[in-house]
């Protein structure tokens, strides 16, 4: 029995040496290698990597933070009507990537939402040593302020597996303040507000045809003649068309030429000139070239080509988002869209025969159109980021994740193996649904040509992330352009204002060289009763007013601050005199790190001696009450009020109250109900009024 369980080794052994020399014979002849173990799968050669394995066990968990659940989760589902939070398309690419995920690297995804500021609430948990979560989404705007908390962690030894992959280039922003530190969070489109223009607007205008047939701003883009002095001629021809023509909407506000938002107009104008507001090269607003774009833009203003409707004459902050809504109304030919509000800006203007047309941003006329310099702005939106504390080996998987799920994400959408095919296959379907109309008979195709154009400009400018738009957008460049606050024009404003930004950036900087985190965060007053007014009798002593019973201030690190050291300011009221001191009360207050938060608030100052009944309007239409509503939530006051004023004119509608006691939501039917509103003596008024449940 030995001697025949010998043989047959031998005879297993003989054949393990046949099959390894044809193995080698194989390798020799160019053939694929051969494996030992029969599966037919193809081994890697001597000093080849050899491809990982699934890992074994139970999934790892990597929590990735976000502001809205909702919209990245395909596990998130409505608790009352069970719907997701988004459409089926992104539905299906995201469960297709979390499955990938968990299948190629054994990750499950876990989707925790910021239970308040991301700015605070990232910070917080760092300084506690309990970073938030593994990945953090950053929305746009907040990077400025959370680079400078010093909580990230430079990304630089890991981004090669972003870099070195053609497919996932575009998930990298670049660098900022010589490190790695975000990642693109999404493969968009139209990265900034783009150059947009009512096209039968434009139709109409006479002297912008050739031969009976009009030049669309598509057409000279693609004739290479855009330029910075053509656009000027373009818009003169408009403005002279329309010069006093009412708009379809306001007619007592007549058609402009372009009307937009002189900050983001200024920021493609300095892209257009090869230069940024705060790109890859830094801060070049004080260049050559960020003059020159700041003075053309200047310019148009000046000649009334190009205007922005502001809060106020003695401000240069442009009302937020005002120009899209305008554009909608018919008020002006051109516009930079606000992307979120492109698709219903353009389904108003279809209810009259309308459509929107795209095109980039006119070059300089001294640079050629194939110059590298001339490019469109494209702004950095949402970013993703590895917070202060998570362990390397955990970084590297989290990125691997973040890479795996968007790219597997995108590629879905695209119905391609490639995420960057996204942008070409999906272009004519996006840019329909923002309502670009790249099915006009005439130059549809060019919209569609320069949606696309636009769209394949890379993320190159990080101003807005940083917070630059106010104290350049605004405190330099709108004050120079509006000559508010004695400034002079931009060339010279910057020169003597660049200091102020250097100084902004260097704190980021200096917190991002910090091997400790930086709270830079300022305390927040709050009220504590926010719904019912400062108010005093006429002849308060101001002196004995305890307003830590009115106001807490607390900070985010710190906690509650003592209220007996804020600065506070009511020089502006008259204690004495009846009537509403508009931003009378004033109060300052700094946290351990030196950050001073503010507030300012209307104190009413009220005549005690008042013994007329306030008086009460209900109105006259009001909503009905749905069966089982629970009346104790019921906003009285807003719902069924009209006005609720003291005798001296004082709002008081947070003095209503109900009585509810013959009140049955249980039971449809109708049901008085007793409203009575108290002013500041004591006196009241009342009314009763007939509600319907249903």
Not at 109 to 122: G, T
Not at 283 to 292: F, N, R
Not at 354 to 362: A, K, N
Request: one cysteine or more; charged letters at 25%.
């Amino acid at each position: 029995m030995v001697k025949k369980a010998k043989n047959i080794l031998s005879i297993l052994l003989v054949c393990l040496l046949v099959l390894t020399m044809f193995s080698a014979c194989a390798k020799k002849n160019g053939e694929t290698n051969v494996p030992a173990d029969g599966s037919g799968e193809e081994q890697p050669e001597q000093g080849e990597e050899r491809s990982e394995e699934k890992p074994a066990g139970e999934p790892i968990v990597i929590k990735w933070g976000t502001h809205w659940v909702p919209e990245i989760d395909p596990n998130w589902r409505d608790e009352v009507t069970g719907e997701p939070g988004m459409s089926p398309e992104n539905l299906r690419a995201s469960e297709i990537a979390y499955q990938k995920v968990l299948d190629e690297l054994n990750v499950k995804i876990e989707f925790v939402q910021y239970p308040s500021d991301v700015r605070e609430i990232l910070l917080q948990s760092v300084l506690a040593g309990d970073p938030f979560a593994d990945l953090v989404i950053l929305w746009n705007g907040s990077q400025g302020t959370i680079l400078g908390q010093g909580i990230l962690q430079p990304l630089d030894d890991y981004i090669d597996m972003f870099l070195n992959d053609e497919d996932t280039k575009w998930m990298v922003v670049g660098k900022t303040f010589g490190h790695y530190y975000l990642l693109n969070r999404v493969l968009d489109f139209l990265h900034q507000w783009p150059l947009v223009f009512n096209i039968k607007y434009i139709e109409a205008v006479d002297s912008l045809k050739e031969n009976g047939k009009t030049v669309y701003p598509t057409d000279l883009f693609k004739r290479g003649e855009w330029t910075w002095s053509k656009f000027e001629e373009y818009l003169s021809k408009i403005k002279a068309y329309y010069e006093g023509k009412p708009s379809p909407v306001r007619p007592e506000i007549p058609i402009k030429a372009f009307q937009t938002d002189y900050r983001f107009t200024v920021i493609q104008a300095l892209h257009s000139n090869g230069v940024a507001l705060f790109g890859e090269n830094g801060l070049e607003v004080d260049t050559p070239e960020a003059k020159q774009a700041v003075a053309y833009v200047d310019n148009l203003m000046k000649k009334g080509l190009m205007m922005s409707v502001r809060y106020s004459d003695d401000s240069p902050v442009p009302g937020w988002t005002w120009q899209a809504n305008d554009f909608a109304n018919g008020e002006t030919v051109f516009t930079n869209m606000v992307p979120w509000l492109s698709a219903n800006a353009a389904n108003t203007l279809a209810s009259r025969g309308e459509s929107m047309g795209i095109v980039p941003f006119p070059r300089p006329d001294h640079l050629a159109p194939d110059d590298p310099r001339y490019r469109q702005a494209a702004h950095s939106k949402d970013s993703v980021a590895i917070l202060r504390g998570i362990p390397e080996d955990r970084v590297e998987l989290a990125l691997k994740v973040y890479k795996l799920y968007f790219q597997t994400f995108y590629k879905e959408l695209a119905g391609s193996d490639k995420a960057m095919d996204y942008i070409n296959n999906k272009a004519e379907s996006v840019a329909l649904a923002q309502g670009f109309d790249v099915l006009h008979e005439k130059i549809g195709k060019d919209i569609l040509d320069m949606f696309l154009y636009i769209s394949r400009t890379p993320v190159n400018e990080f101003g807005e992330s940083l917070g630059l738009i106010a104290p350049w957008g605004e405190n330099i460049v709108g004050n120079s352009i509006y000559g508010l606050n004695n400034t002079p024009k931009y060339d010279v404003a910057i020169d003597a204002r660049k200091n102020e930004l250097l100084e902004y950036l260097s704190a980021i900087e200096k917190a991002l060289q910090s091997d400790k985190p930086t709270d830079n965060i300022a305390p927040k007053f709050t009220k504590i009763d926010a719904n019912i007014p400062i108010a005093f009798p006429a002849g308060t002593d101001p002196s004995k007013i305890d307003w830590s019973t009115i106001y807490k201030a607390v900070d985010n690190v710190d906690g509650d601050l003592d209220m007996s050291k804020a600065e506070i300011d009511i020089s502006a009221i008259d204690f004495n005199k009846v009537g509403k001191y508009a931003g009378g009360f004033k109060a300052k207050i700094k946290d351990a790190s030196g950050n001073e938060g503010s507030v300012s608030a209307d104190v009413i100052i009220y005549d005690p001696n008042n013994k007329e009944k306030p008086t009460l309007v209900i109105k006259s239409e009001y909503r009905k009450i749905a069966k089982d509503e629970d009346p104790a939530k019921i906003n009285w006051a807003n719902d069924f009020v009209e006005t609720a004023v003291d005798k001296d004119g004082f709002d008081i509608k947070f003095n209503v109250k109900a009585d509810i006691s013959q009140l049955d939501t249980t039971t449809p039917g109708k049901y008085p109900v007793e409203i009575t509103v108290t002013d500041f003596v004591g006196n009241e008024a009342k009314a009763t009024i007939e509600v319907t449940v249903e």
